[in-house]
Each structure stands twice: as C-alpha cells, then as structure tokens.
C-alpha cells in the first residue's frame, strides 16, 4: 500500500528498533511507496513512512531491494556529496564512502550480505542514516 511520506524532522530523527519476521510486510509498502515516488526518490527507510522498525528499500538496478535489519560492515574510500531526501527539501553536503559491504535479511527472512560502490553505495548509506535518526 503506498504510505504517505513524513516530513516531520522530530520523528525522522527517532533511531529505528530492530525489524523481526513479523515486520516482512512492510516489504510491500515500501516497494509500493518508492514506485509511487520513482520520480524523485531512489530509497526510503521504514521511517519515512512512519515504522521506526530498521528496513530499507534502495532501487539497486531494474528491481528494488528491501533490506531486514541492514548493517554497515566495511567502508572504503570516503568522499563529500550533496544530497537531497524525499523527506526534506532541498540539498546538503555530507560524506558517503565508494565502496561499502551492508549486510542485511532479504524478503525471505535469509541472511545476505552485498558489497556496493559509486551510486548504490551512497544510496545505500542515506537510508542507514535514516535507520539511526540521521538527517543530511
């Protein structure tokens, strides 16, 4: 079901809890709310559509992939961006780093692990912001 955005910077900036099995759902809201929004949005974190549950979903390629409980396990190579966020309006500087290494549960409740780099790296890492209640 496509979920309205939150834009209320005190509640986006609530660190997320960890998702469980029984938070799989929110794997369809998200895929449904990012296609609603593919215009101006790339990702979203649960949080963005008012679940403080630790889930992401980042458009990686032809299909999005929804992430359980994502962890940064490994950065390389740290460079200054600006970004923007359908939560909020306009751009800002931040740091992201080239190449990451996120682990994470998919859709089926089973353990993964993706090494990223250049756009889906950096996409991957504004939506683990989100899950720690930072905002760019």
């Given at each position: ?23 799989l ?14 215009d ?6 649960a ?45 800002r ?7 990451i ?36």
């Amino acid at each position: 079901m496509i979920k309205p955005i939150i834009t209320d910077t005190h509640q986006l900036q609530q660190p997320s809890r960890l998702a469980s099995r029984a938070d799989l759902p929110l794997a369809t809201d998200l895929k449904d709310t990012l296609t609603a929004h593919r215009d101006a949005c790339v990702g979203m974190a649960a949080n963005m559509i008012g679940v403080h549950k630790r889930v992401i979903i980042a458009q990686l390629g032809p299909l999005p992939v929804v992430m359980f409980n994502p962890t940064l396990t490994s950065k390389a190579q740290p460079y200054p961006v600006k970004e923007g966020c359908l939560s909020l309006t306009g751009q800002r500087p931040t740091t992201r780093y080239k190449r990451i290494t996120v682990d994470f549960f998919n859709e089926h409740w089973q353990r993964q692990q993706l090494t990223l780099t250049d756009f889906a790296a950096e996409i991957v890492q504004h939506e683990l912001d989100h899950c720690q209640g930072i905002l760019i």
